[in-house]
């Protein structure tokens, strides 16, 4: 299934997108502390960075972003691992060292939102990152990784919208890294407005 996930992102992203990137954001700043002794220190960064592709040429304005977030939280801290503009958040807990995430949907408006969700731990270590540009996530430390994927749907017959989200939870030496990637498919000009 996971080797699956990355395939299924970049099929939305040709399927909807045919004139190639519109905007991108870089990375944002980040400080990195982590210790290459030989344990893992979890490096203090929150990072998200995103690509956006419109298709001009479509009957019905539609736009693909793909996300990618990095996010290391100590024990008892939670907070924000990616955002999503009109969307929503994913939120993720650093209990004890045992990561836990979830979604909260912020859509207001018709059709939704409905979220559907899968978690699994994993069998072995991966690490996931569609634009290549984060970090590598830490070996897992005293518990299981986690595979979390988040499905939310929006919108009516005019407009509506997907996004896709999954997300490895990594317990570490020193609390938990949270590394995520999504992709939002947007289409209809007043949903292009308000989710871009």
Same mark, same amino acid.
């Given at each position: 299934?996971?080797?699956?996930?990355?395939?299924?992102?970049?099929? =939305?992203?040709?399927?909807?997108?045919?004139?190639?990137?519109?905007?991108?954001?870089?990375?944002?700043?980040?400080?990195?502390?982590?210790?290459?002794?030989?344990?893992?220190?979890?490096?203090?960064?929150?990072?998200?960075?995103?690509?956006?592709?419109?298709?001009?040429?479509?009957?019905?304005?539609?736009?693909?972003?793909?996300? %990618?977030?990095?996010?290391?939280?100590?024990?008892? !801290? !939670?907070?924000?691992?990616? %955002?999503?503009?009109?969307?929503?958040?994913?939120?993720?807990t650093?209990?004890?060292?045992?990561?836990?995430?979830?979604? =909260?949907?912020?859509?207001?408006?018709?059709?939704?939102?409905?979220?559907?969700?899968?978690? %699994?731990?994993?069998?072995?270590?991966?690490? =996931?990152?569609?634009?290549?540009?984060?970090?590598?996530?830490?070996?897992?430390?005293?518990?299981?990784?986690?595979?979390?994927?988040?499905?939310v749907?929006?919108?009516?017959?005019?407009?509506d919208?997907?996004?896709?989200?999954?997300?490895?939870?990594?317990?570490?030496?020193?609390?938990?890294?949270?590394y995520?990637?999504?992709? =939002?498919?947007?289409?209809?000009?007043?949903?292009?407005?308000?989710?871009?």
């Amino acid at each position: 299934m996971l080797a699956v996930l990355p395939a299924v992102a970049a099929g =939305l992203v040709v399927a909807a997108c045919t004139t190639g990137p519109s905007q991108s954001q870089s990375p944002s700043p980040r400080q990195s502390t982590t210790s290459h002794l030989g344990h893992t220190v979890l490096a203090k960064l929150h990072q998200q960075t995103k690509l956006r592709f419109v298709c001009h040429n479509c009957p019905n304005p539609e736009a693909v972003t793909v996300l %990618a977030s990095s996010r290391n939280l100590q024990p008892g !801290q !939670q907070g924000a691992v990616l %955002a999503v503009r009109g969307v929503g958040s994913l939120t993720g807990t650093c209990s004890s060292g045992h990561p836990t995430v979830r979604f =909260l949907a912020t859509y207001r408006g018709p059709g939704g939102p409905v979220v559907t969700q899968f978690r %699994a731990p994993l069998a072995r270590p991966v690490g =996931l990152d569609l634009l290549d540009l984060l970090p590598p996530a830490p070996r897992p430390v005293g518990a299981a990784q986690q595979f979390a994927f988040f499905q939310v749907v929006g919108g009516g017959e005019a407009a509506d919208f997907v996004l896709a989200v999954w997300a490895t939870l990594t317990p570490a030496a020193d609390g938990c890294a949270f590394y995520t990637n999504g992709v =939002l498919r947007v289409r209809g000009p007043f949903l292009l407005r308000r989710l871009g």
